[in-house]
């Protein structure tokens, strides 16, 4: 993985990429869980999507980083 990506002369850091692609992921599951009814089952819905999103994020970044010798 890159340790800076270029924007059009905005450099932002390597791991941007992998935050966005969580964030979408997450966002995925969030309409899932909310068609589902499965947020009745959760106590603290900000806390939860948080925690999903830290899993998700960790599982990218842990599969990349395998791939990258």
Known sequence: ?????????????GVFGLM???YLIVRGLRAVAARTGFYA???HRALF???VYVI???A???????LIP
Do not use: I, R
Not at 1 to 8: S, T, V
Not at 60 to 66: G, M, P, R
């Open 56 to 58: 998700v994020l960790d």
């Open 41 to 43: 089952l959760v106590w």
């Open 49 to 51: 999507d948080l925690a």
């Open 20 to 22: 966005l692609a969580a």
């Open 60 to 66: 990218l970044f842990s599969y990349t980083s395998k």
């Open 1 to 13: 993985m890159p340790l800076e990506l270029d924007l059009y002369g905005v450099y932002l850091p």
